[in-house]
């Protein structure tokens, strides 16, 4: 049987986003409330106590407003009770000053409940950091070994779990992507001219894609022998404590 309510901590795993809606309409209704016993039922009570609004078969020239099923509940039916009207500015008064303080602690709220969900929802990024401007000739023992003296200390050592080496490859991406653009160029040339035989200014442009085709062929083999590490690394730590104090030791 599928329960009808459930623990917010079990939506954690799908981001804060989805806990933060719900929570959002719990305390949207709970502020709802608040207005109504700060201010809402005393409005509403002497709303429909008084009775300043006239019948509707009355006779009177001047009518402020006709008593009515809805007109009974507004303002304008105690227009002459001056104390009343009093007592509600400074209810609805108080009712705003309860608002502003309920945003303050709603902001409070949605924050614990993102930091909350951040926390039981681990993906890599809790555990690594990049690293700029890096000898692409240094070996990771080397790379291992500046962290260490660097950002570590005996009170918080540094455990390192890995180290990733990007290949600086944008060059051979545009290359390639480029290849992949001519062929399909030359397959869509083949399917909207099979059917009749070529002109010679049809083949003219086959024989130049082929020719492009070529060429970045052998572009992408010169770029493939000639790929470097590029100037960045990831560092992986073991824990995300460990990660957060590589941040703080570096400050």
């Given amino acids: 049987m599928i329960p009808v309510t459930a623990p917010l901590k079990e939506l954690y795993h799908l981001g804060s986003g989805y806990p933060l809606y719900f929570r959002f309409i719990k305390y949207s209704i709970a502020m709802l409330f608040a207005m109504l016993l700060v201010s809402g039922i005393y409005n509403l009570v002497t709303n429909i106590v008084e009775g300043d609004c006239i019948s509707q078969d009355s006779t009177q020239l001047s009518v402020y407003c006709l008593k009515g099923y809805i007109l009974s509940f507004t303002l304008p039916n105690k227009r002459d009770n001056k104390d009343l009207l009093t007592a509600q500015l400074a209810l609805n008064l108080a009712t705003v000053v309860v608002i502003m303080i309920f945003f303050h602690y709603l902001r409070y709220q949605f924050r614990k409940t993102e930091i909350a969900a951040d926390d039981a929802t681990i993906t890599p990024s809790d555990y690594t950091i990049e690293i700029e401007n890096v000898d692409p000739n240094a070996t990771n023992k080397e790379i291992k070994q500046w962290i260490m003296d660097s ?72 770029l493939l022998k000639s790929i470097s590490k590029a100037n960045l690394i990831f560092v992986t730590f073991r824990t995300a404590q460990r990660r957060d104090q590589s941040f703080l030791n570096s400050t």
Avoid: G, W
Wanted: hydrophobic residues 25%; contains cysteine; aromatic residues 8%.
């Fill in 151 to 222: 950002f570590a200390t005996p009170e918080q050592p540094l455990e390192i779990e890995r180290i990733v080496r990007p290949y600086a490859i944008n060059k051979y991406m545009e290359c390639e992507t480029k290849v992949s653009s001519l062929k399909t160029q030359k397959n869509t040339f083949y399917s909207s001219h099979h059917r009749h035989e070529p002109t010679s200014k049809d083949k003219i442009r086959m024989e130049t894609i082929d020719a492009e085709i070529q060429f970045h062929e052998a572009h992408k083999e010169q």
